[in-house]
C-alpha cells in the first residue's frame, strides 16, 4: 500500500471510501498494515497531516498509514478522520471478517453474528475464502447464509438468483428484508420468482418455529404449574382443605434457595455453583415443617367446615406475606442462576431453549415420578390412598387417619417448596406474594384433571401451560387468562369430575 493509494479515506467522496475500506478487508487476510489500519479507523486512531498524508496515533508514537512504520519527521496540524455510521459499520464488517479465520469456534460464531446485520458486496470475497476453509457444519450453514446475504446486494443477477435458492433455508430477518424488495421487482422475472419462493420458505419455516417455541414455553410453564398443584392434589384430595396458602409454600421454597444462596457466598463461595441443588432438600423441609405446623394448630381444627378452612388459610397466607416482608422486606430479593443453567440452545436464530427452562421441564417430571413412587409404592402413600378413597373405612381397620394427614399435608407443601425453587431459576421476581400468582392456576389444574388424580393433575397442569401460550400472542395475558378460566368452568360443567375421575366406595356411593 502507498499513501496515494489511500488517499481516498481523506476525502469526502463516499463511496470512493468505502470502495477503498472493501479493498482493505480484502488484502487484511495476507497484509498486517490494512488490518492495523482497519484496527486503527475502528479506534479512531487515523489522522491526516497538512500534507495530505494519512498517519496512525499509537500511543507517543506516529506510524505511517500505509506501510504501519514508525516516523521519524511527521506533519503539523493533525485533523482526525470523520467516518459516519455507514462507514464505520462496514469497518467493524471488515474486522469480523477477520476472525473468521480463527482457530477458536466461538470467536467464529460470534464474529459470524455480528456480520449477519451488516453483510455487504464488499464482504463477498473475504466470505468465500473463509467458506472454504470452515469445516463445522453448523458454522458454514451460517457462513452460507453471510454469503448469499452478501450476493443479493451485488447486482449480479447469476450471483442473486444462486443467493436466493440458498436463503430459502434461512431463518434470519436480514435475509427477508434482502429478498422482499427482488421479490416486488419486474426487471428479472426469474429473480422475482426464486426470491418470492424463498420467501415463502422461510416464512413456513419461521411458522413451524413459533409453534415449537410456544411448544416449548407451554410446557415450561406447565412444569411449574406442575410442581405447585402436585402438593395441592394430594392434601386437596385427601382431605378435602381448599387451602388459600398453597401459594405461600411455593414463596417459602423461593426465599429458602435466596437464603442458602446467600450463605454459600458467603461462607462457602467455592460451592456457590451448586447453591441450587442445596437448596432442593432445604426448600423441600423448611415448607415441608411449615406446612405440618400449619395442619397441627389450623386445619385439623376444621375438617368439615370448609369456609371456615377457606378464611383460615386465607388468613395464614396474609401472615406468611407479612412475616416475609419483615425479614427481607417488600421489595424482593434476587436468586442468580448458576453458569451451567444460563445461556440456551439456538436450534435456530429465532428459536432458542434456555438451559434454565430445560432444567425445569427435567426437574417436574423427576418430582412427578418421585410423587409417584411415594402414593404408589410406600406404606405412607397406600394410607394415604385408603383414606382418600374411604376415611372412615380406613380409621376403621386401623389407619392413623391424623397423622397421615399431617404427614400428606407436609410431603404436599415440601413439593410446593421445590416448585419455588424452580420458579426462582425461572427469572421470577421473588417477592412476598409472588405465591397469590400460582394458587388460582394451581386449583383450576387439579379440578380440571380430577380431584385426587395424578395423572389428572399433570394433563391439567400442561393443557392449561399449553393451551395458555398458543392463545397467548393472539389476545394478550389478560385476555388469554380469562379466556382460560372461561373454558375451564364450562368443562366443569359439563364434567364435574374432571378429566380422570376418582374411584372409591366413598365416591361411588
Known amino acids: ?35 492495523r ?31 504501519s512504520q514508525p516516523l521519524a519527521v511527521a506533519g503539523t496540524g493533525l485533523q482526525e478522520l470523520m467516518l459516519n455510521n455507514a462507514l464505520r459499520s462496514r469497518i467493524d464488517s471488515a474486522l469480523a471478517v477477520l476472525q473468521l479465520q480463527s482457530r477458536d469456534r466461538a470467536t467464529r460464531a460470534q464474529a459470524m453474528a455480528a456480520l449477519t446485520e451488516n453483510a455487504v458486496p464488499g464482504l463477498l470475497p473475504a466470505l468465500s475464502q473463509a467458506l ?47 429478498l422482499a424488495p427482488l421479490a416486488r421487482q419486474t426487471q428479472n422475472p426469474a429473480l422475482a420468482q426464486a426470491a418470492a419462493l424463498a420467501l415463502q420458505d422461510i416464512r413456513k419455516h419461521q411458522r413451524w418455529s413459533e409453534i415449537a417455541g410456544s411448544l416449548f414455553q407451554g410446557l415450561s410453564s406447565g412444569s411449574i404449574l406442575l410442581l ?24 417459602i421454597g423461593a426465599y ?44 385439623r381444627q376444621l375438617y368439615k367446615r370448609p369456609l371456615e378452612t377457606l378464611l383460615a388459610t386465607f388468613g395464614v397466607s396474609l401472615l406468611l406475606i407479612q412475616t416475609m416482608r419483615m425479614l427481607f422486606g417488600a421489595q424482593g430479593v434476587e436468586v442468580s442462576n448458576p453458569a451451567w443453567l444460563s445461556g440456551g440452545w439456538a436450534l435456530t436464530p429465532s428459536l432458542v431453549l434456555p438451559y434454565n427452562r430445560m432444567a425445569i421441564i427435567v426437574f417436574a417430571l423427576l418430582v412427578l415420578a418421585l410423587a409417584w413412587l411415594v402414593i404408589n409404592r ?22 392413623p387417619a391424623s397423622r397421615v394427614d399431617r404427614q400428606a399435608f407436609a410431603f404436599g407443601a415440601g413439593i410446593a417448596g421445590l416448585s419455588g425453587v424452580a420458579l426462582s431459576q425461572a427469572g421470577a421476581s421473588v417477592v412476598p406474594d409472588m405465591g397469590q400468582t400460582y394458587i ?54 359439563r364434567r364435574p369430575q374432571g378429566i380422570f375421575a376418582l374411584k372409591g366406595r366413598s365416591i361411588e356411593a
Not at 393451551?467 to 400472542?473: N, Q, T, V, Y
Request: charged content about 15%; aromatic content about 8%.
Open 132 to 178: 472454504d476453509r470452515e469445516s463445522d457444519e453448523d458454522l458454514k450453514s451460517s457462513l452460507t447464509d453471510l454469503w448469499a446475504m452478501s450476493a443479493l446486494q451485488t447486482g449480479d443477477a447469476r450471483l442473486q438468483l444462486r443467493a436466493a435458492g440458498l436463503l430459502s433455508r434461512s431463518s434470519s430477518p436480514a435475509a427477508q428484508s434482502l
Open 37 to 67: 489500519l482497519l484496527q486503527a479507523l475502528q479506534a479512531d486512531a487515523v489522522f491526516k497531516d497538512d500534507k495530505g498524508m494519512l498517519v496512525i496515533q499509537d500511543g507517543d508514537r506516529l506510524l505511517d498509514a500505509a506501510s
Open 440 to 493: 388460582i392456576d394451581s386449583f383450576m389444574a387439579v379440578v380440571l384433571g380430577g380431584v385426587g388424580q395424578l395423572a389428572g393433575t399433570v394433563t391439567g397442569a400442561f393443557g392449561l401451560g399449553l393451551l395458555s401460550k398458543f392463545i397467548e400472542p393472539y389476545w394478550g395475558a389478560v385476555l388469554t387468562k380469562i379466556a382460560v378460566l372461561a373454558l375451564v368452568i364450562v368443562f366443569i360443567q
Open 256 to 299: 429458602t434457595t435466596y437464603v442458602v444462596q446467600w450463605l454459600l457466598d458467603h461462607y462457602l463461595p467455592g460451592l456457590q455453583e451448586y447453591a441450587v441443588l442445596l437448596a432442593l432438600p432445604a426448600a423441600f423441609a423448611v415448607s415441608a415443617l411449615v406446612g405440618m405446623a400449619m395442619e397441627w394448630a389450623v386445619l
Open 378 to 399: 410406600t406404606r405412607m402413600g397406600l394410607f394415604v390412598r385408603a383414606v382418600t378413597q374411604n376415611r372412615s373405612m380406613a380409621a376403621c381397620v386401623g389407619v
Open 228 to 251: 405447585a398443584a402436585l402438593g395441592l392434589a394430594i392434601t386437596y384430595g385427601l382431605m378435602g382443605v381448599i387451602n388459600m396458602a398453597h401459594g405461600e409454600f411455593l414463596m
Open 1 to 35: 500500500m502507498t499513501q496515494s493509494r489511500l488517499a481516498p479515506l481523506g476525502e469526502d467522496d463516499f463511496e470512493a471510501r468505502s470502495a477503498l475500506i472493501d479493498q482493505l478487508t480484502q488484502a487484511a487476510a495476507n497484509t498486517p498494515a490494512a488490518r
